[in-house]
């Protein structure tokens, strides 16, 4: 592919996530609208990405990548105590599903129902939640390391469609940072307990 049509191709995935982040519901968005915004031709989209399935997933998909890349830059770059690690992630993770919830919605359901050939979810919980128990317990066995794992993330996700449904909790706004936060330390200590079990 050229660099015009790399360009083109990455104006396009840009403009995707931009109204997908707009939008209420995957089905207001439009190629047409997706074209303008990123200032090519209608055809544009189907061209480069065949489908709007297909567009919205390789967005989607790019753009979860981009915060996991975020993440190891981060971490490998910084010296923290596992306890303290786990606490940057989810603050960090937390702030990236509120600053997106539409788009992490769209993600979750496709890494759900397992659209991608490779699934972010899965990659953020072997790459990122399992060797990160690792170092906060090395004394449970790899099974219970991915139970534990696995029973995190499903909670966080849970949370977050939970806030974003058409019956959140009135009692948890989960856009509020600092609720979001008081919520997170208390699974966080919950996560640890498990861990030193």
């Known amino acids: 592919m050229s660099t015009k049509g790399d360009k083109t191709r990455e104006a396009i995935l840009q ?3 931009k109204l997908l982040d707009e ?3 995957f089905s207001q968005l439009q190629i047409r609208d997706i074209a303008r915004e990123a200032g090519v031709s209608d055809g544009s989209p189907n061209y480069y990405f065949g489908s709007k399935d ?3 997933s390789e967005a989607v998909y790019s753009n979860a990548e981009s915060w996991l890349k975020w993440w190891f830059r981060f ?3 910084i010296e923290l105590p596992p306890e303290q690690k786990i606490w940057v992630l989810v603050k960090n993770l937390g702030n990236y599903y509120s600053k997106h919830p539409n788009l992490v919605k769209t993600s979750l359901q496709n890494d759900l129902f397992m659209r991608y050939k490779d699934c972010i979810r899965s990659r953020f919980i072997t790459e990122v939640l399992i060797p990160l128990n690792r170092e906060l317990a090395p004394h449970k066995t ?3 390391i991915k139970i534990i794992a696995y029973t995190f993330a499903d909670t966080f996700d849970l949370v977050f469609l939970r806030a974003v449904s058409a019956h959140p909790d009135p009692d948890f706004d989960y856009f509020n940072k600092q609720n979001r936060d008081k919520y997170f330390d208390k699974m966080i200590g919950l996560q640890l307990q498990l861990l030193k079990l």
């Open 23 to 25: 939008a209420d519901v």
């Open 142 to 144: 790899e099974e219970e």
């Open 75 to 77: 971490s490998s770059n």
């Open 15 to 17: 403009a995707t996530v």
């Open 54 to 56: 297909n567009l919205v």
